[in-house]
């Protein structure tokens, strides 16, 4: 059985609407806020790569950076 919204009454129709808008909203937030976490995760990357690829001391990423000295040494890893 398919439902129109012409067929619905108008408060009904209404609040499925608004329930459509909002899930709407919520996904391209959530997809905004997917991106930018994405964005910056790759560019912090791209930084800490770039420090061990000058030669910089993981002790001092680590400390510029606020990560764990484990987490650079498995960057410096993965780039070999």
């Given at each position: ?7 619905l009454p ?21 997809g905004i ?7 910056i995760e ?39």
């Open positions: 059985m398919n439902l129109y919204k012409e067929d108008p408060t009904l129709a209404a609040v499925l609407e608004l329930e459509r808008q909002e899930g709407f909203e919520q996904g391209i937030e959530q806020e997917q991106g930018i976490e994405q964005g790759q560019t912090i990357k791209q930084i800490i790569s770039g420090l061990i690829e000058t030669g910089a001391d993981d002790e001092w990423i680590a400390e510029v950076s606020k990560l764990p000295v484990a987490k650079i040494k498995e960057i410096r890893e993965v780039l070999k």
